[in-house]
């Protein structure tokens, strides 16, 4: 294709710009209305508000925070307690302690386990 080519406008589609619709004065509004600028005391009052809500919402996830910790330590204290507990027993058993012996009980001929049957499986035709 040759410059002449593109300049008649054979083929090529032709190309907009993507941003205003085309036959769409740029004197007319486009719906939007501005937000009324707020001056001297009622801005204060606003900033005022809006500083009191955020105080207010950083004491609450403080208060949540202390709560989770408190949890996440509870769980971690009786994994801790549970383990030195495990460990305790360990050692006492390695030391020789004394532990609760359970009796053996006395295999008799008939308390003897049967030997499991294996049965083969039917063809299916």
Known sequence: MSPDDTAQGSDAPVRRRRGRKPG???TTPTGR???KRL???ELTQQLNQMVAELIKENRKLKRQVVKLTERGS???STTVDRTLRT???RV???LGAPAKRRRRKSTTAG???K???TRKRRKTT
């Open 111 to 113: 308390t003897t386990r």
């Open 115 to 117: 030997k499991a049957v």
């Open 39 to 41: 001056g001297g005391p």
């Open 74 to 76: 509870k769980v971690a």
């Open 87 to 89: 460990i305790q027993r």
């Open 24 to 26: 769409v004065a740029s």
């Open 92 to 94: 006492q058993k390695a």
């Open 33 to 35: 209305t501005r937000r």
